[in-house]
């Protein structure tokens, strides 16, 4: 028995489901039915009630998911205690590490980080720039105690506390000398004969299928004429005249038309619910994230 296999019985237990469970851990469903099965044998009960549409707890499965519940819990907070104390002063001290999507705007947390340091200089960060399915992990086992995502890579995750920092949309940017450009905003319908660049779905698999969808709902499969592991590279293509490509508005570039020459597009009549927010587990004790979050709160609101 250990930590991984517990977490996820947890997982398995708050969603009633294998196939949920697997798809929000990142783990295939054999391997997470075959550490539910080991965890069963180790134990020697049953832990659940395997219907064909239907998936239970049994007594014992219940008395176990209390159980391990607090004991991950007290290990959280083992972690915290050893890795964090306060100075005889009252300065908050210790450790915390963040998790940020790299293509994303970081100005909110280049300045919370500046701010934080300059009033508790005690206090140290690691930095984890991640693709959304990995920071997702990240949170969910505690390998990184706070996030700067987008709300799709968090969603559906229970018990996870989110704050909105910027709305962001999804755009399109397209080749400044191409056909499109003359608009400043497009129906999706209007690109259904046009190549895509594409990301590849592991490095964002939210935002792909979110876009995937979108296309699909408009009538058409979006025609990738290039795959890429990054945005940047995707723009590249877009302004060299290989074709067009999704973009968030929180990224982090300055006049990407300029840069990349090319145009960035509205799409119309969309329910564009990607906004870019701040997340944590609530159960996390970690004494420095109210810190964190106050001084990240005062900067948001003095920027609107």
């Given at each position: 028995m250990n930590l991984l296999g517990l977490r996820y019985f947890i997982s398995v237990a708050e969603y009633s489901s294998f196939t949920k469970a697997s798809e929000h851990l990142y783990v295939s469903q054999p391997t997470l039915s075959r550490q539910i099965l080991d965890l069963e044998v180790e134990l020697g009960v049953q832990?659940?009630?395997?219907g064909r549409h239907s998936l239970t707890l049994t007594e014992p499965g219940s008395r176990l998911l209390h159980e391990a519940t607090e004991i991950i819990k007290r290990c959280d907070n083992i972690r915290e205690i050893v890795k964090q104390e306060d100075d005889n002063d009252g300065n908050v001290m210790?450790?915390?590490?963040?998790?940020?999507q790299g293509?994303?705007?970081?100005?909110?947390?280049?300045?919370?980080?500046k701010s934080v340091t300059k009033k508790h200089p005690r206090i140290d960060f690691s930095l984890s720039?991640?693709?959304p399915p990995e920071l997702r992990h990240h949170l969910l086992f505690d390998k990184c105690d706070v996030v700067f995502v987008l709300n799709t890579c968090i969603d559906s995750i229970p018990n996870i506390e989110c704050i909105k920092l910027q709305e962001n949309k999804l755009q399109i940017a397209v080749p400044r000398n191409c056909?499109?450009?003359?608009?400043?905003?497009?129906?999706?319908?209007?690109?259904?004969?046009?190549?895509f660049i594409m990301l590849e779905r592991k490095v964002s698999p939210f935002t792909v299928d979110y876009a995937t969808s979108l296309c699909m709902k408009h009538g058409f499969s979006p025609n990738a004429s290039y795959y890429v592991n990054d945005a940047e590279k995707a723009l590249l293509l877009v302004g060299s005249g290989k074709g067009i490509t999704f973009l968030h508005s929180s990224n982090k570039i300055n006049s990407p038309d300029e840069t990349y020459d090319i145009k960035v597009?509205?799409?119309?009549?969309?329910?564009?619910d990607l906004d870019f927010v701040f997340a944590f587990k609530r159960e996390n004790t970690n004494p420095i994230i109210?810190?964190?979050?106050?001084?990240?709160?005062?900067?948001?609101?003095?920027?609107?």
């Amino acid at each position: 028995m250990n930590l991984l296999g517990l977490r996820y019985f947890i997982s398995v237990a708050e969603y009633s489901s294998f196939t949920k469970a697997s798809e929000h851990l990142y783990v295939s469903q054999p391997t997470l039915s075959r550490q539910i099965l080991d965890l069963e044998v180790e134990l020697g009960v049953q832990l659940f009630v395997r219907g064909r549409h239907s998936l239970t707890l049994t007594e014992p499965g219940s008395r176990l998911l209390h159980e391990a519940t607090e004991i991950i819990k007290r290990c959280d907070n083992i972690r915290e205690i050893v890795k964090q104390e306060d100075d005889n002063d009252g300065n908050v001290m210790g450790l915390l590490s963040i998790g940020y999507q790299g293509f994303l705007d970081t100005k909110l947390m280049q300045h919370t980080l500046k701010s934080v340091t300059k009033k508790h200089p005690r206090i140290d960060f690691s930095l984890s720039q991640g693709s959304p399915p990995e920071l997702r992990h990240h949170l969910l086992f505690d390998k990184c105690d706070v996030v700067f995502v987008l709300n799709t890579c968090i969603d559906s995750i229970p018990n996870i506390e989110c704050i909105k920092l910027q709305e962001n949309k999804l755009q399109i940017a397209v080749p400044r000398n191409c056909r499109l450009s003359k608009y400043d905003s497009i129906d999706m319908k209007e690109l259904a004969n046009e190549n895509f660049i594409m990301l590849e779905r592991k490095v964002s698999p939210f935002t792909v299928d979110y876009a995937t969808s979108l296309c699909m709902k408009h009538g058409f499969s979006p025609n990738a004429s290039y795959y890429v592991n990054d945005a940047e590279k995707a723009l590249l293509l877009v302004g060299s005249g290989k074709g067009i490509t999704f973009l968030h508005s929180s990224n982090k570039i300055n006049s990407p038309d300029e840069t990349y020459d090319i145009k960035v597009l509205n799409i119309e009549g969309i329910d564009n619910d990607l906004d870019f927010v701040f997340a944590f587990k609530r159960e996390n004790t970690n004494p420095i994230i109210p810190v964190f979050v106050s001084e990240l709160m005062s900067f948001n609101e003095r920027t609107k």
